[in-house]
C-alpha cells in the first residue's frame, strides 16, 4: 500500500512572532517594507465618503459582464455591506471598515448573509468594496473571506496599464497555468492590502506580502499545509522578466530572503559584549583570523570565544575589564560549560578549551611582532597544563563511538536499501497504470483496488491545456493517494539513498554534483569507463572516481528524470548553508521543482529529514531500527568499511574518498581488526623503501599498455573482478566470496548451477561428518546467495533511455562533444 504524504513544508530556525512554527525567513540582504503609492489609486474618484446611492450605482455600471440581474445582485451586496458598515463610528468608509468586526477579521463575511440564509450573497459586496479602492483591507481581512473569481473584476476596475502588462507577461512565463493564474493573484491581493498600484510594486513590498500572507494564514489555518508557504515566488519571477525591479534584484525571492554571510562585527554584536575594550579586541583577533578561516569555521569560532567563553565570562563577573583571570572565576566558568543550555551534557568541551588556550597564545606570539597593538592584553593563559590531560583518551572515545555506530548500522544497510528499492518500484509502477486510467475507472494493483480520481478543478485544467498531479482513491481504505508526489519523493529517497552507500561522498558533495561531474574514459579496445568527478569539499582538491555499474545506473536515472521532456537539465543556483552564498547557476543533478518556485537543488537538510522518515517506516515493522537513525556521513564510512573489508590497500581509499591524510581513512575503518590497518601500513612502508625515485615519472607506452592490460584481466567467469590497478588477487581467486567481484547478469544460470553443486558437496559433507568442509561450504552458499539476489534486483530495474543529447544554445559543436549523455 502506499502512503499519502502531507505536503507540509518544514523550516527550521527561531520562531517568529506571530508564527506557531520556526522560520529560517526571519530576515535577509533585503528588509521587507510595504509599498508607498506615489498617487493614492482611485479609478473611479475618491469615494471614502461617498453616499451608498453612488456607490451601488458603481457596482452596476463598473462591470458589464453578466446579465442585468447579476449585476442588480452586485449592487444590492454592495448596499448590504455598506449598510452594515454605517453602523460603526467613522468619517470614512475606510475608518467605519476598520472598526468593524469584519475588518477587524473576527467575523466572516458569511455572518451577514449568504443565498442559504438570506437569498443574498453578500460576499460580491465586500469583492465590489475591494476593487474600487472604497476599503483597505488586511492581510488578515482578506484572507478570513474567500473571494471567488476575485483577479478578473480587480484587473477590470483599476483602468492599470502595468496590471494589465503584468498578466500579459504571466500567461508567458514556462509555469503551469496554475501557477501563471496564482501570480496574477497574489498581485492583485498585494495591491489590495497595501492600497497601491503595480508601478509603486518594490522587491521589499513583495517580500513584505509575503510574511503578511503566511502571518494571516497561520492565524486562520494553524498547522495546515498551506500555512507555512511564502507565496509570490511566481509575481516576483514575472516583474523580473518585465524588467520593472532593478537590475541588482536577485533573481528569485527565496535569494533576496536568504541572509548573506555577516561581518565580524555582526557575528560578535549579537552576543552582547559589554566591555567595549573587550569587543573591539576580539573583533580584532577575529578579523586577524579570518584570513585563514572558511566563513562556516568564522561563525564556530566565534561562537566558542565570544558566546561559550567572554559572554558567560561577563555574567559570571560583570566587572571583568581585561584577560587576567582569577583562578575561582576560571573554575566556576569551567563548571558552567559542562552544560548547554537545554541542560543537556556539553560533548565537545575539550574545543572550547582548546579554542581559549590558543587566543591566549595567539596574543603572546602577536605582541613580539605588534606590541603597540595586542601587548596591553596579554595575561597568563587560565587553562593549567593538566587540564587538556587525557585529550587523547578522550578523542579514542569518540572513534570507538564512531566504529560502534558503524557497526551497529552495517547490517541494517541491506534492509533500507530493499525498502527504499521496493517502495519506488511500487510507487513508479501504480503511477503508470493510473496514468493509463481514466477518470474514475476502477482497476487492482497488488491485490487493492484504486479509482482514478479527477475533480471537478482537474477537469478544468485539463481543458485548458494544463497538466494536473495523478491522484488515486484506496477503495479499501478510503485514501486519497496523490500519487504522482509519492512517486517523486520514492524516487529522490532512492536515488539520494543509493548514491551515497555507491559513491561514499559527502552530503554536500552529493548536493552539489552536476551534469557536468559524469565523465568517460574510452580505452584503446573501445571499452568506456563511466567517471564521476567530485567538486572538493573539505579540501580544494576535487577527485575522480569510477562509477560501478549500480552508480553509474542511479546517475543515468537522475540525468533521465531531468531530460525526459527533451529539454537540459535546469541551470540553477546553489545557495551554501554554511558559507552564505549562491553558486553561479548550474545543471545540478539532485535538484526538483517546486511549483512557482522554480526547481531548487535539495539541501543537506532535506535529504536527512527523508533519511529519518524512510528509518520511521521501518522501524513500524523492524524493531532494529526503532529509535536508530541514518545521516548521509554514515553511508560514507559504511563504505570506507567494506573498501578496506575487501581489500583495497587504505592509500587508495584514503584517495578514493578525498582524504588528505591517511590517518583520517584509518578512522573510518576503525571497526576493522588493527591487524588489517597493520599490514597495508607495512606494505605501504616497504614499498616507499625499495621504490627508485625515477619512478616518480610520467609512464612510458609500455607502462601505459600494462596498465590498460590490467582491465583485460579482470574479467572472469562470472564477471569482472573490482580490485584496483597493482594488487593482486586477495582472495586466492575464491570469486565467490570476495566482495570485489561484479555479477554479470547473464550468468545468473550458472549460479544457480554452482548452487546445486555446492548443495550436493554440502549434503556429502553432512553425510561424511566432514564439519570443516560442511562449514566452508555453508559459507560459500551465503557468500552465493547474497550475489545472487543484488543482480537479481539490478535485473529488475528499469532500463533508463538517456535518449539523443541536444546542446544548449550558447554551447558549441566542440564543447557539446565533451559533455555526456
Known amino acids: ?49 461617498a453616499s451608498i ?125 496554475s501557477h501563471q493564474r496564482e501570480a496574477v493573484l497574489d498581485l492583485c491581493t498585494l495591491l489590495t492590502v497595501q492600497g497601491v498600484s503595480a508601478a509603486d510594486v518594490t522587491p521589499e513590498s513583495v517580500l513584505q506580502y509575503a510574511h503578511d500572507n503566511r502571518e494571516a494564514r497561520c492565524r486562520l489555518q494553524p498547522g495546515s499545509a498551506v500555512s ?67 566563513y562556516s569555521s568564522l561563525k564556530q569560532l566565534v ?144 491485490g487493492t483496488a484504486y479509482r482514478r480520481e479527477i475533480n471537478y478543478a482537474d477537469a478544468k485544467l485539463l481543458r485548458r491545456g494544463d497538466t494536473v498531479p495523478t491522484r488515486v482513491v484506496n477503495l479499501d481504505s478510503g485514501e486519497l493517494v496523490h500519487i504522482g508526489s509519492e512517486e517523486e519523493a520514492a524516487f529522490w529517497d532512492w536515488a539520494a539513498v543509493e548514491t551515497l552507500r555507491h559513491s561514499g561522498v559527502r552530503i554536500e558533495e552529493l548536493c552539489e554534483l552536476t551534469h557536468l561531474s559524469v565523465r568517460q574514459y574510452q580505452r584503446s579496445n573501445g571499452e568506456v569507463i563511466a567517471l564521476l568527478v567530485v ?72 535529504i536527512q529529514r527523508m533519511l529519518n522518515r524512510r528509518c520511521e517506516a521501518l522501524a513500524e515493522s523492524h524493531p532494529a531500527f526503532r529509535g536508530l537513525t541514518f545521516t548521509p556521513h554514515d553511508f560514507r564510512r559504511i563504505f570506507a568499511t567494506d573498501l578496506v573489508n575487501s581489500g583495497l590497500p587504505i592509500h587508495i581509499g584514503a584517495a578514493q574518498l578525498g582524504h588528505l591524510s591517511i590517518q583520517t581513512t584509518r578512522g573510518y575503518v576503525a571497526v576493522f581488526d588493527e591487524d588489517v590497518v597493520r599490514h597495508y601500513q607495512e606494505h605501504l612502508h616497504n614499498r616507499r623503501q625499495v621504490r627508485p625515485a625515477d619512478e616518480y615519472r610520467d609512464a612510458t607506452r609500455e607502462e601505459w599498455g600494462e596498465f590498460e592490460e590490467h582491465f583485460d584481466r579482470r574479467k572472469v567467469e562470472l564477471g569482472s573482478c573490482a580490485r584496483p590497478y597493482g594488487t593482486p588477487c586477495q582472495h586466492e581467486h575464491a570469486c565467490i566470496r570476495c566482495p570485489m567481484l561484479q555479477v554479470n547478469p547473464k550468468m545468473l544460470s550458472r549460479l544457480n548451477e554452482l548452487e546445486a553443486d555446492l548443495l550436493q558437496r554440502l549434503a556429502r559433507a553432512e553425510a561424511e561428518g566432514w564439519i570443516g568442509e560442511a562449514e566452508g561450504i555453508t559459507l560459500t552458499l551465503t557468500f552465493l546467495r547474497s550475489k545472487r539476489d543484488e543482480t537479481e534486483r539490478q535485473v529488475q530495474r528499469p532500463k533508463v533511455h538517456l535518449g539523443i543529447p541536444r546542446p544548449r544554445n550558447s554551447t558549441t559543436a566542440a564543447e557539446a562533444d565533451d559533455l555526456p549523455s
Open 535 to 606: 567538486a572538493p569539499s573539505k579540501t580544494d582538491r576535487e577527485r575522480v572516481i569510477p562509477m560501478s555499474a549500480e552508480l553509474f545506473h542511479v546517475i543515468a536515472s537522475v540525468i533521465r528524470r531531468h531530460t525526459q521532456d527533451g529539454r537540459p537539465i535546469p541551470m540553477v543556483s546553489r545557495h551554501d548553508q554554511h558559507d552564505k552564498i549562491w553558486s553561479a547557476p548550474m545543471p545540478f543533478l539532485f535538484q526538483r521543482s517546486t511549483g512557482a518556485i522554480g526547481p531548487k537543488v535539495l539541501n543537506t537538510g532535506t
Open 53 to 177: 446611492g453612488e456607490i451601488s450605482r458603481l457596482a452596476m455600471l463598473v462591470w458589464e459582464d453578466g446579465t442585468q440581474g447579476t449585476r442588480y445582485q452586485r449592487a444590492q451586496a454592495t448596499r448590504g455591506v455598506l449598510q452594515y458598515l454605517s453602523l460603526f463610528p467613522g468619517e470614512t468608509w475606510q475608518e467605519r471598515w476598520d472598526a468593524s468586526p469584519l475588518g477587524k477579521g473576527l467575523v466572516s463575511v458569511d455572518t451577514l448573509g449568504s443565498r442559504r440564509t438570506t437569498g443574498l450573497a453578500v460576499s460580491p459586496g465586500v469583492r465590489t468594496l475591494y476593487c474600487l479602492r472604497v476599503v483597505r483591507p488586511t492581510m488578515l481581512a482578506f484572507r478570513k473571506n474567500f473571494l471567488r473569481s476575485y483577479v478578473g473584476p480587480f484587473i477590470a476596475a483599476q483602468s492599470d496599464q502595468l496590471l494589465e502588462a503584468f498578466e500579459e507577461h504571466a500567461t508567458a512565463q514556462e509555469l503551469r497555468l
Open 1 to 49: 500500500m502506499v502512503s499519502s504524504t502531507t505536503g507540509v513544508s518544514r523550516r527550521h530556525g527561531p520562531i517568529v512572532e506571530g508564527l506557531t512554527f520556526s522560520s529560517r525567513f526571519v530576515g535577509g540582504a533585503m528588509e521587507r517594507k510595504a509599498a508607498v503609492a506615489a498617487v493614492p489609486p482611485q479609478p473611479h474618484g475618491d469615494l471614502s465618503r
Open 303 to 446: 561562537l566558542l570565544l565570544v558566546k561559550t567563553f567572554w559572554a558567560q565570562i561577563e555574567d559570571l563577573h560583570p566587572g571583568q575589564e581585561d584577560l587576567r583571570l582569577a583562578p575561582d572565576l576560571y573554575r566556576k566558568w569551567r563548571e558552567r560549560i559542562r552544560f548547554k543550555e537545554d541542560g543537556t551534557p556539553r560533548l565537545g568541551q575539550d574545543g572550547v578549551v582548546i579554542t581559549v588556550r590558543s587566543f591566549y597564545y595567539d596574543l603572546h606570539t602577536w605582541s613580539v611582532a605588534e606590541p603597540e597593538r595586542w601587548a596591553q592584553w596579554v595575561a597568563p593563559c587560565p587553562v593549567p597544563p593538566k587540564e587538556l590531560q587525557g585529550v587523547g583518551v578522550r578523542r579514542r572515545r569518540v572513534n570507538e563511538r564512531s566504529a560502534n555506530r558503524t557497526r551497529q548500522r552495517q547490517p541494517l544497510l541491506p534492509v533500507l536499501v530493499e525498502h527504499v528499492e521496493a517502495r519506488y518500484d511500487l510507487a513508479r509502477r501504480l503511477l503508470d497504470r493510473a496514468d493509463q486510467a481514466v477518470a474514475g475507472e476502477e482497476f487492482m494493483f497488488e
Open 228 to 294: 507555512n508557504r511564502l507565496a509570490g515566488h511566481g509575481m516576483w519571477t514575472v516583474f523580473l522578466a518585465m524588467g520593472v525591479f532593478p537590475a541588482s534584484t536577485p533573481t528569485t525571492m527565496r535569494a533576496a530572503m536568504m541572509r548573506g554571510q555577516r561581518t565580524v562585527e555582526e557575528l560578535v554584536d549579537q552576543y552582547g559584549i559589554r566591555n567595549r575594550a573587550i569587543r573591539d579586541l576580539l573583533i580584532d583577533y577575529l578579523e586577524r583570523r579570518r584570513a585563514d578561516l572558511d
